[in-house]
């Protein structure tokens, strides 16, 4: 009876070490997923083969950031079956995931269902800013829940020659039969044109006032329009969505520039692989190749890339719209006395739609890191001491046109989640 008791206390002892063990490495999957660090999530996750229902979240979510949304939204459901009924503190990032899922997928109607269930839990929580936040997101799915998926057809591969502007570099883009040059930015959640470049090009104007936020932290109202087919060399994407901003809230009065349009991530995406050369040439294949580096993964709709400085991998938002690279508030912090020493002081003016603002900088003149195995530096880059939109508030940085001209041809692939600098 004894040796009962004791084997009996044993199993009993192993059974709560395993679960503690297991409530710790779940501890660090929350904390990975709540900083933003996806690809540390990723590799942690890839530790378990169990199916809990925590784990059908985080799953949920690697799924997502690494654009398999098909298993992103069966692991998200299940998730939320085996929740129905029970109050948990992931049930709205899971929501929100699940929204973002559908919304990438271009199912608006599903993506506006979900964000209505999100207004209805964060008002139940007294969240009025995510309340606002949602609703703005619900009016934008509503209001395209009638327009068709976005899709793309290849008539063969596509060579294509770049300009450039005094902003970033321009893609010709045909919109009834009209061959027109867009600002092509990775940073753009939304394709993006003026009011008169919409009418100009005839897209079909949709009446839905909605507030967009931008790097200087300002709202600005939008409407909203629709592309029914646009020619990226010899690719057609169909259906595709545009946010439309008054004319002077896309001017630069700085430099008196005025933007008129641009392609934005969803496009860009749906083009699967895309291959940039130093000289301005860009290829379209009409099937992506495989890549093993999976060092490309998405936060809503933007790109992140992984870069490794002083033997620590970081992640940065990645924007060909940006002319120049910037360090965020979490490179300062973790280099801090490095930076001071080395950098000077002095403000920086921040510009998006809708205005500018000076916000505690420095500049450092050499900062190498590197990309997919291949070596890049930053020169009289600003490292910003203060946050402006959430993405620096979690992430080191957002890499731009300096970086990529560093490089004979950079190539992005979406179905591989890859960036291979050569």
Same mark, same amino acid.
């Given at each position: 009876?004894?040796?009962?008791?004791?084997?009996?206390?044993?199993?009993?002892?192993?059974?709560?070490?395993?679960?503690?063990?297991?409530?710790?490495?779940?501890?660090?999957?929350?904390?990975?997923?709540?900083?933003?660090?996806?690809?540390?999530?990723?590799?942690?996750?890839?530790?378990?083969?169990?199916?809990?229902?925590?784990?059908?979240?985080?799953?949920?979510?690697?799924? #997502?950031?690494?654009?398999?949304?098909?298993?992103?939204?069966?692991?998200?459901?299940?998730?939320?079956?085996?929740?129905?009924?029970?109050?948990?503190?992931?049930?709205?990032?899971?929501?929100?995931?699940?929204?973002?899922?559908?919304?990438?997928?271009?199912?608006?109607?599903?993506?506006?269902?979900?964000?209505? $269930?999100?207004?209805?839990?964060?008002?139940?929580?007294?969240?009025?800013?995510?309340?606002? &936040?949602?609703?703005?997101?619900?009016?934008?799915? +509503?209001?395209? +829940?009638?327009?068709?998926?976005?899709?793309?057809?290849?008539?063969?591969?596509?060579?294509?020659?770049?300009?450039?502007?005094?902003?970033?570099?321009?893609?010709?883009?045909?919109?009834?039969?009209?061959?027109?040059?867009?600002?092509?930015?990775?940073?753009?959640?939304?394709?993006?044109?003026?009011?008169?470049?919409?009418?100009?090009?005839?897209?079909?104007?949709?009446?839905? +006032?909605?507030?967009?936020? +931008?790097?200087?932290?300002?709202?600005?109202?939008?409407?909203? &329009?629709?592309?029914?087919?646009?020619?990226?060399? #010899?690719?057609?994407?169909?259906?595709?969505?545009?946010?439309?901003?008054?004319?002077?809230?896309?001017?630069?009065?700085?430099?008196?520039?005025?933007?008129?349009?641009?392609?934005?991530?969803?496009?860009?995406?749906?083009?699967?692989?895309?291959?940039?050369?130093?000289?301005?040439?860009?290829?379209?294949?009409?099937?992506?190749?495989?890549?093993?580096?999976?060092?490309?993964?998405?936060?809503?709709?933007?790109?992140?890339? &992984?870069?490794?400085?002083?033997?620590?991998?970081?992640?940065?938002?990645?924007? $060909?719209?940006?002319?120049?690279?910037?360090?965020?508030?979490?490179?300062?912090?973790?280099?801090?006395?490095?930076?001071?020493?080395?950098?000077?002081?002095?403000?920086?003016?921040?510009?998006?739609?809708?205005?500018?603002?000076?916000?505690?900088?420095?500049?450092?003149?050499?900062?190498?890191?590197?990309?997919?195995?291949?070596?890049?530096?930053?020169?009289?880059?600003?490292?910003?001491?203060?946050?402006?939109?959430?993405?620096?508030?979690?992430?080191?940085? #957002?890499?731009?046109?300096?970086?990529?001209?560093?490089?004979?041809?950079?190539?992005?692939?979406?179905?591989?989640?890859?960036?291979?600098?050569?």
């Amino acid at each position: 009876m004894r040796l009962r008791r004791i084997v009996s206390f044993t199993l009993i002892l192993i059974a709560f070490i395993h679960s503690s063990a297991a409530a710790t490495d779940y501890t660090k999957l929350k904390e990975f997923y709540d900083r933003k660090q996806y690809f540390d999530l990723r590799d942690e996750l890839s530790n378990y083969n169990d199916q809990t229902t925590e784990l059908l979240f985080y799953r949920g979510a690697v799924s #997502n950031k690494f654009n398999r949304l098909s298993s992103a939204i069966s692991y998200l459901q299940n998730y939320l079956k085996r929740m129905r009924g029970k109050n948990d503190a992931r049930l709205a990032d899971c929501y929100e995931l699940l929204a973002n899922s559908y919304l990438r997928s271009y199912e608006y109607r599903k993506a506006a269902g979900v964000y209505k $269930t999100l207004i209805a839990l964060m008002k139940e929580k007294g969240d009025s800013g995510k309340v606002l &936040a949602y609703e703005n997101a619900f009016q934008i799915c +509503s209001a395209f +829940s009638d327009v068709p998926r976005q899709t793309v057809a290849f008539d063969g591969d596509s060579k294509i020659t770049l300009s450039r502007n005094i902003v970033g570099v321009q893609i010709p883009i045909e919109i009834n039969g009209q061959s027109v040059p867009f600002i092509f930015d990775t940073g753009a959640n939304i394709s993006t044109v003026t009011a008169s470049f919409a009418a100009k090009l005839g897209l079909k104007i949709i009446e839905a +006032s909605i507030l967009v936020g +931008s790097i200087t932290g300002n709202k600005v109202k939008s409407r909203l &329009a629709v592309a029914p087919a646009m020619k990226i060399g #010899n690719a057609t994407v169909r259906n595709v969505v545009f946010l439309v901003f008054e004319d002077k809230d896309l001017l630069i009065s700085q430099i008196n520039f005025q933007i008129n349009a641009i392609v934005g991530f969803p496009v860009i995406e749906a083009l699967k692989e895309i291959t940039i050369t130093r000289g301005g040439e860009v290829f379209i294949p009409a099937r992506a190749g495989k890549r093993a580096d999976q060092n490309l993964c998405l936060d809503d709709l933007t790109p992140l890339i &992984a870069g490794v400085y002083k033997g620590k991998r970081l992640a940065f938002t990645f924007d $060909t719209g940006a002319n120049s690279s910037s360090l965020y508030p979490p490179f300062f912090k973790a280099y801090e006395e490095e930076i001071k020493a080395t950098g000077i002081s002095q403000p920086e003016k921040i510009t998006g739609a809708g205005g500018s603002k000076d916000i505690p900088a420095y500049r450092v003149d050499n900062i190498a890191m590197t990309f997919s195995g291949r070596e890049a530096r930053l020169t009289s880059v600003k490292v910003l001491t203060q946050e402006t939109l959430d993405n620096s508030r979690y992430f080191y940085g #957002n890499l731009g046109q300096d970086l990529i001209r560093q490089f004979e041809k950079m190539t992005l692939n979406f179905e591989a989640m890859s960036i291979v600098f050569e």
